[in-house]
């Protein structure tokens, strides 16, 4: 498929951690820059973290640092998004979407028009 899947959000309290992951065809995976965004009700979609999966080089949201890793795995297409010690605001449908370039770009990984593929998303609740 040329569309990403999503899958692993669900419901976590406070504190807690879940690994999204993110399914790609070879086509949308390989040497592309992949990133996960995120929109909570009511808000602007947001970046959250990218990977170039040509060369492993990442990139954080300010959301994102010091709590989320993303990290790829190259024999399956797929980019995952660790995340700990999670909080409230953390809540969101998380998207993933994959860029064709030759790298993400110094800030071009930041803007959502910037991406060709979308997923159709994965919630994530996190309860105080």
């Known amino acids: 498929q040329v569309v990403p899947v999503e899958s692993g959000g669900g419901s976590v309290q406070a504190g807690g951690s879940l690994r999204l992951s993110c399914a790609a065809s070879?086509?949308?995976?390989?040497?592309?820059?992949m990133a996960w965004f995120r929109q909570a009700p009511g808000k602007e979609r947001e970046v959250v973290a990218a990977?170039?999966?040509?060369?492993?080089?990442?990139y954080y949201g300010d959301s994102a640092k010091g709590r989320f890793d993303i990290s790829q795995d190259n024999a399956h297409n797929t980019v995952y998004l660790q995340m700990n010690s999670l909080k409230p605001d953390d809540t969101a449908m998380y998207y993933c979407?994959?860029?064709?370039?030759?790298?993400?770009?110094?800030?071009?990984?930041?803007?959502?028009?910037?991406?060709?593929?979308w997923g159709r998303g994965t919630q994530v609740t996190v309860s105080s």
């Open positions: 979407a994959a860029r064709n370039s030759w790298s993400c770009g110094v800030s071009a990984w930041k803007y959502d028009a910037n991406y060709n593929y």
């Open positions: 070879a086509n949308t995976y390989s040497s592309n820059c």
């Open positions: 990977v170039y999966t040509g060369d492993g080089s990442t």
